[in-house]
């Protein structure tokens, strides 16, 4: 791993960051990528030659523990991790990500609209001008080869190689799983079913269509399509992200079949990261309906599963103004469903969501105190309550205090989900 010093660029092939996620208050690297340092900016690429990270340094960028990371739908998103107290205790993670599209986050404001960020991309920029008019006379080979990649992957190639990942999978993932943090959101998606089971009336995020599952050939080809697009980089994932909404309705085979099929395919195996994880999306019905099988099954799986389910509220007032046609008996029952679940298989974790806003009614929240306090005599680690921000929150000191009063009473972790796109 040697750097070469060519005109003003410091470039270093081929580094070997962590092999296992961690949870880390500084800029940290995982898996295998190359460097080139321009003045204040550090530029790290992929194994295919695509842009992944920008480091800042010094005069002209905002904090030297903040970055920013470009992920396969071509969105950036800016990670703060100073300046915002108690980051960890509301996110579970030292670092805020903030995004250049609407979402739900209410920590941090819109980094994209700084001078600091756009001279980032400016620089970066200036970095392919340089690459493309660099004398490569008596360059090795490895840099030279590197070099290639990084001139492939412009602009305007990462947009069309965004295109054709949503192609592959039938449109953009419209929110990954909370559960997606643990693995810094690289995640491999892969659609095994469209759409959900209720359309709930306050969700920002359904496709409006109801429930589709899709044919085992149709997960197979996309599986294939994906190890292509990913190409050299797929060394560098364990983890993948079974979509769309309500990948847990499809049932014990249909999971097992794209687990494994993508396990193999995507050669997991030989991945740099360790630890494989599967993600999805679950919902009342889809938990109430698994049955042992399905979670044993998991369980002999190579990978350690996440499943969130969107609970929402267990109260029927709530669950009413929200338009999700569940019951509080049933919800309730879910996530006793969830608690046993997580009880019983160590490499199955159960996380649920809830819903957050000024505008519920005042019995939501002691609704969800009730299951999540009341109904257990322990503090249980295992199995996160996220909380979901609507569009009206009140003031962001507000939530801050309602939530920290929430989290020194609920019986189990506790943090605030921020919805991210793929
Ligand atoms: S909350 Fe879940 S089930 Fe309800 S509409 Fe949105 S994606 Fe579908």
């Not at 305007?156 to 909370?178: F, N, W, Y």
């Not at 149709?218 to 294939?224: A, F, G, S």
């Not at 979509?243 to 049932?251: M, P, S």
């Not at 989290?407 to 506790?414: A, E, H, N």
Request: proline residues 4%.
């Amino acid at each position: 791993m040697e750097a070469h010093s060519i005109d003003n660029l410091t470039i270093t092939c081929e580094k070997q960051g962590a092999d296992n996620y961690i949870k880390i208050s500084y800029p940290f690297r995982y898996g295998k990528y190359s460097e080139i340092k321009l003045n204040n900016y550090t530029f790290q690429f992929n194994l295919n030659g695509e842009i992944k990270t920008i480091l800042g340094r010094g005069e002209g960028w905002l904090d030297a523990s903040e970055w920013l990371k470009r992920n396969a739908g071509n969105d950036w998103t800016y990670f703060a991790a100073g300046g915002y107290t108690g980051a960890y205790d509301f996110t579970g993670e030292y670092y805020v990500p903030c995004l250049p599209y609407d979402s739900n986050g209410i920590f941090g404001h819109n980094r994209f609209d700084s001078p600091e960020v756009a001279r980032a991309f400016a620089s970066w920029h200036q970095l392919i001008d340089q690459l493309s008019k660099i004398n490569k006379t008596g360059i090795p080979p490895k840099v030279n080869n590197f070099i290639n990649r990084v001139l492939l992957m412009g602009p305007e190639t990462l947009e069309q190689r965004a295109q054709d990942l949503h192609d592959i999978i039938g449109g953009r993932v419209s929110v990954l799983p909370p559960d997606t943090r643990h693995v810094e959101y690289d995640v491999i998606p892969l659609t095994i079913a469209d759409g959900c089971l209720y359309n709930c009336g306050f969700c920002r995020v359904k496709t409006g269509n109801g429930f589709k599952l899709r044919e085992k050939k149709d997960i197979l080809d996309q599986i294939h399509q994906l190890k292509r697009l990913y190409d050299k980089d797929s060394l560098n994932y364990n983890s993948i992200f079974l979509g769309q909404h309500d990948a847990l309705f499809a049932g014990t085979d249909i999971i097992e079949f794209a687990a494994r099929q993508s396990y193999e395919i995507l050669e997991l195996q030989n991945s740099v990261m360790k630890h494989p994880k599967l993600f999805l999306f679950g919902s009342v019905d889809s938990l109430l309906r698994a049955d042992k099988s399905l979670f044993e099954m998991l369980n002999k799986l190579s990978y350690e599963t996440f499943i969130n389910i969107g609970l929402e509220s267990a109260d029927p007032e709530t669950l009413a103004q929200i338009e999700k046609p569940l019951t509080g008996e049933k919800v309730t029952r879910a996530f006793k469903q969830m608690m046993a679940i997580n009880k019983k298989y160590n490499k199955v974790e159960i996380s649920a969501n809830f819903l957050y806003g000024t505008d519920l009614p005042e019995t939501h929240m002691p609704s969800i105190l009730d299951l999540t306090r009341n109904q257990l005599n322990h503090f249980h680690s295992k199995g996160t309550i996220y909380f979901s921000p609507l569009e009206n929150i009140g003031s962001i000191q507000e939530v801050k205090n309602k939530f920290t009063e929430f989290k020194s009473l609920c019986r189990m972790p506790v943090y605030i989900y921020l919805i991210q796109r793929l």
